[in-house]
Each structure stands twice: as C-alpha cells, then as structure tokens.
C-alpha cells in the first residue's frame, strides 16, 4: 500500500465517519481503519465522488503503510479504555515522531496521563456539534504542543466551521486543556438546555401552551438576543409530529434524560476546584432526577402533583432566560479561568468564545459579545464585564420574577433558580458564612478568622 495518506482515522462510527468525509471532501487524503471491517468496507462504498481520497484498511498494519510519514492519525472511538487499548495496539506499529489525535470526548486527566506518559506526540482534541458539525464543520478545540498542533491545524483548520471566515478550532493550551474545555462546553449546554426545558414546562403546565404555540415563542426568541441553534433546535423540536400517532412529538418522548459523562465531570471538577457553578450542577441534578420516574410518580400520588397554573407574560420568560444564560456562561469561564491557574496553562478565553461561535451545539449570536467583554476585560467574571453587567440589570428582574412565580406555584426550574442564587450571592458583600464559622469552631474548636484579621481565633466554648 502506498504511503500518500495525508491522516489516518481509527473508528468509523457516528463521529468518525462523518470526521473521515469532512476530511476528504476538503481535498486532503485519508486512510481509514475501524475494530469491524465490515464498517470499513460500507463506508468506502458509499463514499462517493470523495473514494479517489479514501484509503480503507483492514488491518492496523495497513493503516499505518498507507500514512506519509511522519504520520498522523485521529481516534474516534469511545472515551476511556478503547483509547488506551487503540494506542496500546497502534503505538508498537509507529515511529517516535509519528503523531496520535484522540477526538473523543475524553476526560482531561486521562489525557493528561496519556501526554504524561511521554510514548509519543499526542494531542487530545474535543469535537463539538455531533455528527452534522462533524460532517460539515465542528467546533475544534485541541490541547497538546504547538509543534504537534501545526502538523495538522491546516487540516483541523479546513474542517472546522467558520465564522466570519475564521475557522472555529483553536491551540487552547497544552496537554488535556481542549478536552477540557470541551468538557466545560458539554457542562454549559447542559444548563442551557435545562433553561430552556423549565421555561417549556411553565408554558406547557402553567399556561397550557400547545406544542405548536411553544414552537412559535421559541421561533420568535431565536430572533432576539435568545438566537442561537439550542433555542433553533427547541423550536423544530415542539413542531415536530410523531409520524406513528399523529400526536406533537414531545408527547411521545420520555421525560428522562440521559447523560454520557461530561456534564457529571465537570460538576466534579468543579468540586475540586472550589469554583461554583451552580446552574451547571442544577442541571447535571435534574437529569438525574429525570431519571427517577417511578419515585416522581409515587411522590405524585402522595402529594398530588406540583405545577398550578400560572400567568407569566413572555417577555417576562424571554429575560429570565437571558439572564439565565449570562450566568451559566459566565460560571463556565469562570471554571476554565481557575483551571488555566491550577494547571498553569493560558487558555485565552476570548479564543474559547470565537471558536463556540459556530460548529457546536452551544453556538449563538451571544457569544460575539462574549468574547469581546473576555477581551475588553481580561479575568473579569462575565457577569460584571459592562455589557453582561448591563444585560443583567435589565434582566435579572424577569429572572427573579419566573423563579418566584414558579415556586409559588410548584413548577420546579432548579437551573434557573441556582442561577439567580448565584447572581444574588455574587452581588452581596456581607455573606452568612460568619455563622458557619462560628459553628464549626463550636463543634470542633476549626477557629475563625475576625474581622480585625487575626486568623485561629475561638469562641467563648473554647476551654
Ligand atoms: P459510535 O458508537 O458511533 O462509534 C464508536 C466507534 O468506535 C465505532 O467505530 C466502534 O467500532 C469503535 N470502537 C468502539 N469500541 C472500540 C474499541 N474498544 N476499540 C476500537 N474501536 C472501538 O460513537 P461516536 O462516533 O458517537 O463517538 C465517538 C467519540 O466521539 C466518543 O468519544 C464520543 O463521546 C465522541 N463524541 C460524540 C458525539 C456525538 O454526537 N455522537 C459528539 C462529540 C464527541 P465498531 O464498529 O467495531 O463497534
């Protein structure tokens, strides 16, 4: 076989398949491996006019022939053992200098440890925006060394989806910080998602919106300041009709969802960093919460169920959601701005901004204003850089009005309740936590600093 591929690409799956075309389609030749030949052999069936740059092999060994050295090669394969046993396998048939690309959705620690481990160039890369943005132009987001990035940032770079021209994939830092911000990219969709159900569910429980009356409110915010593809994609959703029974698809739907991983890491992460980000943990919860339908039932039964109607008007909706959002952004650059310091990496945080701008799933027009507040005020948090600052004194009023009304009238919105909490908490200089030092030094003598700066003081209990 000859040795004319420009990157090889383990893993012909949903992700990987549509990577392997985009790659091809961009005039750069590919050779392509996958664990089941028989995926391999379907996919250089129906690649079209894009075969002549497609080389697909049926053995490791074919792979790694079919490569210019020195060779690069992307893994597309789920996150955690299969990577570590895929470089295991592969690292044996390469040479040193020959560079392996992990584009799942891996943990940053493992990808640390993988870099740490020092068996050869790695770079670890998150691809957002599932397999349309894989297909057609994903947000890249990598973490490795300069000199391994630029063996391939003319590929990743042609791949990847533009805005305003420039492509959306980006050097972010070394070792694991692009699977970590795309871990922090996966925790705010998260709260934005769940944003926008608490705001479907006042509708469709408290006002008796019909799916299609849904549809058009979130058509008509997509073209405000809401506009982005969650509040898009939320539109389409209620419109659609389960072709079966005729009946609105979210009929049909389960109201439990799933989560492969990274929402639940980043929430953790956050833990151990001592960073808040509490909407983003609210909305991790109430996936898990989802998920106890037979416990929600049970409690329905003993305590009758909770939405009461409820009037909120929709522009009242409208800001809450905005407001919403600012904060579950801001809490997010917040994390990664913490994590640059823990980690000593210098991940530019307007850079974060433009590369979301298109290609992943949490793209919106707000995001241009984001990364120029992050630039304008360089470790600010978000919400008190002026444009945010100003959105959330316009907005915060309809925040806190939705997050009343809904408790009062038993709609549970906890993400868009922790992100009022954290608003709240951020804008009061005098906290509480006075009394839960003087608590913690009565039960167990922890001492507390006073207010004239003298640190291991104690109460009158101390003996
Ligand atoms: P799929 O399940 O569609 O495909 C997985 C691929 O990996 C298959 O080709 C499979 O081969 C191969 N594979 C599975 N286990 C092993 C193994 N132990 N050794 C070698 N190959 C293996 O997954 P996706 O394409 O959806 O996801 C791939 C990665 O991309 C994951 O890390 C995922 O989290 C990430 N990702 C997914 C997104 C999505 O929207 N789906 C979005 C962004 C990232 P075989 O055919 O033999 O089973």
């Given at each position: ?35 089941t030949t ?23 060994e074919?792979l ?36 392996i ?34 297909r ?17 940032a ?8 533009k ?59 997509d ?8 509040i ?20 049909v ?6 989560q ?7 929430a953790?992460?956050s ?5 808040p ?83 992943c ?14 630039g ?7 919400m ?7 959105l ?13 009304q ?7 919105v906890?993400a ?29 003598l922890?001492?507390f ?15």
């Amino acid at each position: 076989m000859a040795d004319t591929s420009r990157i090889g690409l383990i893993g012909l799956g949903t992700m990987g398949a549509a990577l392997a075309a985009n790659i091809a389609e961009k005039g750069f030749d590919i050779a392509v491996f996958n664990r089941t030949t028989q995926k391999t052999r379907d996919f250089a069936k129906a690649a079209g006019d894009l075969a002549p740059r497609i080389t697909p092999c049926e053995t490791l060994e074919e792979l790694v022939a079919a490569l210019a050295p020195p060779r690069a090669i992307i893994l597309m394969v789920p996150a955690g053992d299969p990577v570590d046993d895929q470089i295991a396998a592969l690292r044996p048939l390469l040479d040193e200098d020959d560079l392996i690309i992990d584009c799942g959705n891996a943990n940053f620690h493992d990808t640390n440890r993988r870099m740490a481990a020092g068996d050869g160039p790695f770079l670890g890369v998150g691809v957002s925006g599932g397999e349309a943005g894989a297909r057609h132009g994903p947000s890249i987001m990598a973490g490795g060394a300069p000199a391994h990035w630029d063996r391939v940032a003319d590929i990743m770079e042609a791949i990847a989806a533009k805005h305003e021209g420039a492509p959306c994939a980006a050097l972010l830092g070394p070792e694991g910080a692009g699977h970590f911000v795309k871990m922090v990219h996966n925790g705010i969709e998260y709260a934005d998602m769940q944003m926008i159900a608490e705001i479907y569910g006042l509708l469709r429980d408290g006002m008796r919106l019909d799916t299609g009356a849904v549809a058009d409110l979130f058509e008509a915010w997509d073209r405000g300041p809401l506009d982005s593809y969650l509040i898009e994609i939320t539109a389409k959703v209620a419109r659609a009709t389960d072709p079966a029974t005729d009946k609105p698809l979210l009929e049909v739907i389960v109201d439990a969802a799933g989560q492969k991983g990274t929402g639940r890491w980043t929430a953790i992460e956050s833990q151990h960093l001592l960073t808040p980000i509490p909407a983003i943990e609210a909305a991790v919860v109430a996936r898990n919460v989802s998920g106890r339908r037979a416990e929600r039932a049970a409690g329905e039964a003993l305590f009758g169920p909770a939405p009461q109607p409820v009037e909120i008007d929709h522009a009242t909706l409208e800001g809450a959601l905005i407001a919403g959002k600012v904060l579950a952004y801001a809490q997010g650059f917040v994390m990664i701005a913490a994590t640059c310091e823990a980690h000593g990496w210098d991940v530019d945080l307007p850079t974060v901004a433009r590369i979301w701008r298109e290609g992943c799933i949490i793209r919106s027009a707000m995001l241009d204003d984001m990364a120029q507040a992050l630039g304008d005020a360089p470790g600010e948090n978000l919400m008190r850089t002026p444009h945010f600052a100003d959105l959330l004194k316009r907005h915060h009023g309809a925040l806190r009005q939705v997050v009343a009304q809904a408790a009062l009238h038993g709609h549970p919105v906890p993400a868009l309740a922790s992100g009022l909490a954290y608003f709240d908490a951020m804008r009061t200089a005098r906290g509480t936590a006075n009394m839960i030092q003087g608590q913690r030094d009565f039960f167990g003598l922890h001492g507390f600093e006073h207010v004239n700066g003298k640190t291991g003081q104690h109460g009158p209990w101390a003996g």
